[in-house]
């Protein structure tokens, strides 16, 4: 029978026939997978659209119960959290999958988006046929809440995430 020879560079004996897999991923010194920097960088901005989806959903909620009752403040408060459940479901599905594997992002996302806006379109189809008052507070409820996060995010990412960033540049 014959020696198992050691394959070039990575330490792993290979019998001849034999397939040895090389390891995948980057290694440190123990051939274990290597640590990233910072594993939350991907839901990082997570607080802060939350905390502004928070303030608004209070805010939505006095304004449309002033203007049109109870419908509307349930109407306003229903528009933002479907906003917000949606992007911030997206935001976890997408991050997972970058965590996994990044090629894992593009079928994922996508998958969601056809998921969320699946349901979100049968249970709009479903509330405006049913002639309800606070269908109005719901669509700007909905307009508010895509505003107070795509906003958050774009404060967040020229405040702080750019600080950041400049920041480790000139540490290095």
Known sequence: MAEPTERPGTGLAERPG????PPTGPVDGADRPAEPADRYWRVRHLPVVLGASLALLVVATVVGGILAGDAGATGA?????LVTFSYLSSTLVIAWADSVHPSLVLPFGVAMYVAK???IGVVMA???SRDWAGMPALGFGVIAGVIAWTGANIWWLNRVHLARMRRA????
């Open 126 to 128: 479903g509330v405006a």
């Open 117 to 119: 806006f699946s349901v």
């Open 169 to 172: 540049a000139a540490t290095d």
């Open 77 to 81: 408060a229903v528009g933002v959290g």
């Open 18 to 21: 034999e397939r040895a897999e």
